[in-house]
Nanobody, 121 residues
């Protein structure tokens, strides 16, 4: 089992910045990817950004150039630096990790509890 604990988030004015963090813990696991999803009221959850164990990053088009995902492998922590925030970035942000036990290898998705990010206009 992998537990994901998120921190950060909150309320910020448009144009401001926030950073959210997610720390993974548990017994004996291998993380393939970590990332952030978000879900706004009345909308489907969408992938915002992800990063592989090798450092390859992916971003949804709407955040490219504004958000940066990074990872501290030693701490099993992923960060999402959000700059130039817009009201449309308002959502609950969920940390995600795809991980497996060393044996048997059974990749599974794990989720954090979510953290609210609100951008006021």
């Amino acid at each position: 089992q992998v537990q994901l604990v998120e921190s950060g988030g909150g309320l910020v004015q448009a144009g401001g910045s926030l950073r959210v963090s997610c720390a993974a813990s548990g017994s004996s696991f291998i993380i393939y990817t970590m990332g952030w999803y978000r879900q706004a009221p009345g909308k489907q959850r969408e992938l915002v950004a992800s990063i592989t164990s090798g450092g390859t990053t992916t971003y949804v088009d709407s955040v490219k150039g504004r958000f940066t995902i990074s990872r501290d492998g030693a701490k099993n922590t992923v960060y999402l630096q959000m700059n130039s925030l817009k009201p449309e970035d308002t959502a609950v942000y969920y940390c995600n990790s795809r991980a497996t036990t060393p044996w048997p290898i059974r990749p599974k998705d794990y989720w954090g509890q979510g953290t609210q990010v609100t951008v006021s206009s």
